[in-house]
Nanobody, 122 residues
Framework: VQLQASGGGLVQAGGSLRLSCAAP????????MAWFRQAPGKEREFVAG???????TYADDVKGRFTISRDYGSSKMYLQMNGLKPEDTAVYFC?????????????????WGQGTLVTVSS
């Protein structure tokens, strides 16, 4: 299953970006989806997740700045990132969970996108 993540780029601190993830409908609409990120030299970490019903959950350090959403009609997921900080610099990955509610552990995810690089300059 191919997930297509896009929308990354270079932005100054305080700026905004919107990431998109396109997923096959047959594998996504009944499953939770999430965004993870991985900075150089660090482990992949959970950023935000959305359940099959649309309820959301966030990592503490992005809460209030990032918003995750999904469009069931197009089987797309989004991550609106506002108030970006240099520490948000990472490759961002979208993923589909095997369950209907998101998990914070990467091991619970069946399918992954290729990643999109977000670089925040100070």
């Amino acid at each position: 299953v191919q997930l297509q993540a896009s929308g990354g780029g270079l932005v100054q601190a305080g700026g905004s970006l919107r990431l998109s993830c396109a997923a096959p409908r047959r594998t996504s609409n009944n499953n939770a989806m999430a965004w993870f990120r991985q900075a150089p030299g660090k482990e992949r970490e959970f950023v935000a997740g959305v359940s099959w019903s649309g309820s959301t959950t966030y990592a503490d350090d992005v809460k209030g700045r990032f918003t995750i959403s999904r469009d069931y009609g197009s089987s797309k997921m989004y991550l609106q990132m506002n108030g970006l900080k240099p520490e948000d610099t990472a490759v961002y990955f979208c993923a589909i969970n095997r369950r209907s509610v998101p998990q914070r552990e990467a091991s619970g995810y069946l399918y992954w996108g290729q990643g999109t690089l977000v670089t925040v300059s100070s």
